[in-house]
């Protein structure tokens, strides 16, 4: 259960449009320019965010910019395959010293202005013109790249502009244990691709917080369901640090029909691309005839793909008959990632500001999966940033959820819209992400 200390900090603090009433969010939290403000002075300088995944960078050199608000780090791999993050500036004259992904030649990172160059390490190497400035200028010190905190964690490179962060560790507990049994270590980014959403960056994400909406928004995953009780057999959950997660069933209910789970994995491995992928499709097709007489389709399902992995050289966690309980779920870590796992995939999703603004947002999108061990190491690089209906290089379902987002940011402002109003169980993720960011507004 959310608690209140929250309201009672926003309180003191006089935090705008802080939740306050029980299942109710405000909906200036969308668009108040104020309140932007003070996610970006209090929430993202202070808070651990996924900065890349490591496959982005895989050889020394190879840097990323990490973007988010007005602030920008360079994530760097370095000489012996570690990773150092800085503050993406020249100390000279403020350029910027790079954009986007690529490699430093040389390992080495050169001002595109004056040309003044730094080790992959951020010391400095050369300073162009250094006779015509005073010494007190060129301190080492000042001149070193300023490092930005960094850990690994789910194979990807967290950052923390705060340097009296607490560890990232403390921040994921106790969510991150959920996507360390399902080996979050193992996956590799099969596709990557963005969006730009005219909708503030929690609007966006809440869509997929909870997963009642499937009825209305996705009918072709019901599966001739319909309107029954949306409660389904999916269970919610909210914990300490702002992160939630739901899941299906329990492992005593088997899948309704060998036919309708085969049937809504095809939807994923056609529609996404993502979570069920081809080379499950193959191994769940099989299974139909391997059900024995005192056996649940779940773990016939659990026992063949066990071995096809085995078979293949796929690492695979144990347990992945429990797994299957993720496979209608999601875990969302606070503040802004998702992962959906299923058969050893996952889709995740990393949801950003854009552009100063509170109400656009940079939506990511990646499909994640486990490869043979023996597979090379190729570098993840963006598809590409795609509009939001573009059929071409969306699959149905993020288009279906992409679609209610921008609607719903519109709502916020016609007249006598009140706020949201949460289902007790089903939203309560939403609320609990609402009160772990006015517990870190609140701290001055
Ligand atoms: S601004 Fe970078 S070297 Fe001058
Ligand atoms: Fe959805």
Redesign the pocket.
Known sequence: MPDNTATQASAQHNIPHAMSAPHRVPKERYYDREFFELEKTRLWPRTWQMACRLQEIPKPNDYVEYEICDQSILVVRQADHGIKAFFNV?P????QLAMGAGSFPGGQVT?P????RWNANGTSSFI?GAEGFAPECLRDEDIALRECRVEVWGDAVWINMDANARPLAEQLQPAAGRLEDVAIGNWRVKWWQETILNANWKMAQEAFMEGWHVMRTHPQLTLGAGEASPAGSLRYDTYPNGHCSFEGGSLDTDFHSFDVMLASSQLLADGLDAMAIERDMRVLESVRHKIGPDDTIRAAVAREMRAYNEGAGIPMPAGIEQQSLWWNGMVFLFPNIFYLPMYGNSLAYRIRPYNDDPEWCRFEVWSLTTWPESYPEERAVLRGRFDKDDTDNWPLIPIQDFSNIERQQRGLHVQGYQGHRLAVDWEAGIENMHRELDKRLARA
């Open positions: 020249c000279h004259r403020a350029t001002c202005f004056h040309g003044w162009y």
